[in-house]
């Protein structure tokens, strides 16, 4: 098999990650740019040691996402006539 070929495929789904560093630096590894030298500098257990959550939290913690705005229209009552034409029909045993 194609080394490079597995290398790119996964710095493009690395790309997609949920943690903002490690898409930040997949996508400037697949697009050939330089690291920031202090992440260089440092060993691989070094990196290992600072972003390792053993609880399972994110190192650094990750940003809440907004809420959408239709959560606030899906909270809100609805109105009488919607209701109704949504509401379970009775069954006959």
Known sequence: ???FAS???ELSLLQLHHHPF???YSKMLAQWSTLPSAL???SPLDLFTEYNAP???FVP???MPQPHPLHARL???QSSK???AFAPTPTLA
């Open 82 to 84: 919607r209701a109704k």
């Open 55 to 57: 609880a399972g939290s």
């Open 40 to 42: 260089l500098s440092r």
């Open 75 to 77: 909270a809100a009552p």
């Open 61 to 63: 913690p990750l940003a």
């Open 7 to 9: 290398t790119a495929w």
């Open 1 to 3: 098999s194609n080394p």
């Open 22 to 24: 490690v898409a930040k």
